[in-house]
């Protein structure tokens, strides 16, 4: 891979409930273990968010592209990543739900533009064979 960007973040403290800091200092955020994980929640991100909105923001870049190829317009849509946590058989896992609103498009032009970006999105291709990824357009 000749490798383009390397992003920095280095992780300190209590593991889940530590603090992550860039090495740029954009990304400087105190963590907490979500309620839904036995944490107290409140106003702390946590890695699934973390992932998430990576996830989102590199999916709707995919998608772009895939219809700047295609010459269709996706103005006005948005991707939301769900990423959940979760136990099976051999300890914790995650799912991911990516949720496409593509307005304009009829439903076999918008889930043939979102198929091409699962297949261009680095995310999507690094978390292929390990992670549950749904796609679901709207």
């Known amino acids: ?41 409140g106003a702390a991100t946590n890695p699934e968010q973390l992932f998430a909105a990576g996830y989102a923001a590199c999916f709707h870049g995919a998608l772009k592209a895939v219809a700047r190829q295609a010459k269709a317009s996706v103005d006005g849509s948005t991707v939301t990543a769900n990423v959940s946590i979760g136990k099976d058989a051999d300890g914790f896992g995650l ?9 304009g498009h009829d439903r076999a032009v918008a889930e043939d533009l979102v198929a091409k970006a699962h297949q261009m999105c680095p995310y999507s291709r690094a978390t292929r064979g390990n992670v549950e990824v749904t796609l679901t357009v709207r």
Not at 11 to 38: C, F, T, Y
Not at 95 to 102: D, N, P, W
């Open 1 to 41: 891979m000749d490798v383009l960007y390397t992003a920095e973040v280095t992780a300190s403290g209590d593991g889940r409930a530590g603090h992550v800091r860039s090495a740029d200092g954009v990304i400087d955020a105190q963590l907490s273990v979500p309620k839904g994980l036995g944490g107290p929640g």
């Open 95 to 103: 799912a991911v739900e990516l949720v496409v609103a593509l307005p």
